[in-house]
């Protein structure tokens, strides 16, 4: 069974960047045919997409964000990771990982989140 | 203001069906398969429906799916209190080059 897990500071101070690594186990971040992605959920609001990346080397982000976001892979570790940059109140959220499965699109598997607050 | 449009809430009864709608453009939903997932706070999401109307194997059949031009609808039937949870809606945006989600409709089972 597939299973990813995020880990990384709870607590991030306004201008400074977001750190958050995923860990996957049941499936290879390597394997052809899956992107690996990170969305969001600020509080009361609904899911956001942030980005992913694929095992070559190749990633997408969201326009709203890009410039300020990285997702990158260590498949020495089978993790990815998110940095998201110069961060806002407005990034505090629940941030989830997931494995997307191309070429259907599906994000199939996702980890349990965790909630990252951008606060003094 | 999210790019695809749920109903904030819905509810039915034990034993009922529901239906929930999600509403998009020629540049997504028209465009792009649509997939649905269910999130219970302190879980993790679950997949439910992608391709429009395919469910992954761990998905009973009282969960469906399907779509017409730039809608999409998740249909639940024999509900369940444990089905109560928030469901969204998700496709591609040809026009944005992002992954869309609906802003996510709360489900009560009463």
């Known amino acids: 069974q597939v299973q990813l897990q995020e880990s990384g500071p709870g607590l991030v101070k306004p201008s400074e960047t977001l750190s958050l690594t995923c860990t996957v186990s049941?499936?290879?971040?390597?394997?052809?045919?899956?992107?690996w992605s990170w969305i969001r959920q600020p509080p009361g609001k609904g899911l956001e997409w942030i980005g992913y990346m694929y095992s070559s080397g190749s990633s997408d982000y969201n326009p709203s964000l890009r410039g300020r976001v990285v997702i990158s892979l260590d498949k020495s570790k089978n993790q990815f990771s998110l940095k998201l940059g110069s961060v806002t109140a407005a990034d505090t959220a629940v941030y989830y990982c997931a494995r997307v499965t191309w070429p259907t699109k599906k994000f199939d598997f996702w980890g349990q989140g965790t909630l990252v607050t951008a606060s003094p | 203001q999210s790019v695809l449009t749920q109903p904030p809430s819905v509810s039915a009864a034990p034993g009922q069906r529901v239906t929930i709608s999600c509403s998009g453009s020629n540049s997504n939903i028209a465009s792009n398969h649509v997939s649905w997932y269910q999130l219970v706070p302190g879980t993790a999401p679950k997949l439910l429906i992608y391709d429009n109307n395919k469910r992954p194997s761990d998905i009973p059949d009282r969960f469906s799916g399907s779509k017409s031009d730039t809608s999409a609808t998740l249909g639940i039937t024999g509900l369940q209190t444990g089905d109560e949870a928030d469901y969204y809606c998700e496709t591609w945006d040809d026009s944005l080059r992002a992954a869309v989600f609906g802003g996510g409709t709360k489900l009560t089972v009463l």
């Open positions: 049941g499936a290879s971040v390597s394997t052809i045919g899956y992107y």
